[in-house]
């Protein structure tokens, strides 16, 4: 078997080289989730890069990869496709990164060289790149970070669009207690949640490979339904809430090897690619191709079946090592907020991305989304999945915690 993977999502880690390796603490966790929740809500205004395939270098000034995660989700769900790095030991990719000149106090266009641009577009399949500087300046109570992102063209080597986000964090005395009730309400939702959706999209790419992208495609299938994978379209209503949806693309060319007589031996190239829908985006989670000879057998189908067999065990366990199944426990819940003042004139139309953005910046929020409004009334209806151990004390408390000026515009 010849197997060449290309894409790996683990290797996020590549740009360890250029960041601290200790961890940041709280304070400046909560200033970087702040200044990236602004660079999340320039990108959505912008929407230049929206629909293209797009790479985050390694970001300079980051800790444990920290940064580098928060600004992937925030490309996700400005609607483009993140291509993640290589292995972070692939001796190519170490290569072009040790060519890049940083500047640790501003973004510079043209701080990757020119001449490795190209090779490193053919590697990581992709459109443009997006550099990002972090400046963290931390005090014993308090935390800043500026962080500045700048994207451009692979292709034209031309500066295509610049973010800047600022998150300021300080110690409370104590958590600010939540407005009153009659401000807002939260009720428990009846939903299945599922951790993740597959879909699988295999595909012959001619007559004569169609009865082996059959036998494969059922194989797979039945893999990962055994492995607890809930395959999209079956046994999902209304009432299901898929937190990923994952596309698996599998590419099948067959041809004949060797005959003779009435005995063949088959043999096929796969390529296979698995995306993940997340926000108004997608993640390139990796891709791989699988080269594959089947055993001598005597007619077509018996040779067909032999190389499906082949084929299926390595697609299986590609999968089982780059789509993970999150079993954290759940809850759902529908989160209303009253407003003082109908919406249009509440400050503008930008206080329902005031209410928005808190559960950007809470760790454990899996899933939310604005399912109603009513701006004369004020009534502002979210739709919220989080990790239940992530909130002893339940999801409202920390979400004004997280933005106690938000009391400001509740009725009282």
């Known amino acids: 078997m010849k197997f060449l993977a290309v894409f790996a999502m683990a290797a996020a880690a590549a740009g360890a080289a250029f960041a601290d390796c200790g961890k940041f603490n709280d304070l400046e966790k909560e200033a970087v989730r702040k200044a990236a929740a602004e660079i999340a809500a320039s990108l959505r205004k912008s929407d230049k890069c929206s629909g293209r395939a797009v790479t985050l270098l390694p970001v300079n000034g980051d800790k444990d990869g920290y940064a580098e995660r928060l600004l992937t989700g925030a490309l996700v769900n400005s609607g483009m496709t993140v291509v993640m790095p290589n292995d972070e030991n692939d001796v190519r990719f170490k290569r072009i990164l040790a060519s890049i000149k940083w500047d640790g106090r501003q973004v510079k266009l043209g701080s990757v060289d020119t001449s490795t641009v190209d090779e490193l577009g053919r590697l990581r399949s992709t459109q443009v790149f997006i550099e990002a500087v972090l400046d963290i300046k931390s005090e014993e109570k308090s935390a800043k970070a500026d962080l500045h992102v700048l994207s451009y063209v692979v292709a034209t080597k031309s500066y295509l669009d610049a973010a800047n986000g600022v998150g300021n964090a300080e110690a409370p005395a104590e958590p600010p207690p939540p407005p009153p009730r009659k401000a807002w309400t939260e009720t428990a939702v009846q939903n299945e949640i599922v951790p993740l959706r597959v879909k699988v999209d295999t595909r012959a790419k001619d007559a004569e490979s169609e009865g082996v992208a059959r036998r494969l495609d059922t194989a797979v299938r039945g893999a990962l ?29 067959r041809s004949v090897f060797d005959k003779a007589g009435e005995y063949e031996i088959h043999e096929a190239k796969v390529d296979l690619s ?12 990796g891709t791989a191709v699988f080269d594959e000879r089947g055993d001598r057998k005597l007619g077509s189908f ?21 789509i993970v199944q999150n079993t954290v426990k759940t809850a759902a819940v529908q989160f209303e907020v009253r407003l003082a003042k109908p919406i249009a004139v509440a400050g503008d139309m930008s206080v329902v991305e005031k209410f928005m953005q808190p559960f950007a910046l809470l760790g454990g929020v899996r899933l939310y989304r604005l399912d109603a409004r009513d701006d004369e009334a004020g009534m502002l209806r979210f739709f919220v999945v989080y990790e239940t151990e992530k909130f002893p004390g339940g999801l409202v408390p920390a979400y004004f915690a997280s933005a106690p000026e938000l009391g400001e515009l509740l009725d009282k």
């Open 274 to 285: 698995a995306v993940k829908k997340a926000g108004a985006g997608t993640l390139l989670v």
């Open 225 to 253: 339904a055994k492995l607890g994978f809930r395959l999209a379209g079956e046994d999902c209503d209304a009432k299901t809430v898929a937190l990923d949806d994952v596309t698996v693309t599998l590419d099948v060319g």
């Open 302 to 322: 018996a040779a067909d079946r032999s190389l499906a067999e082949k084929l299926e065990g390595p697609a299986v366990e590609w999968l089982k090592k780059n």
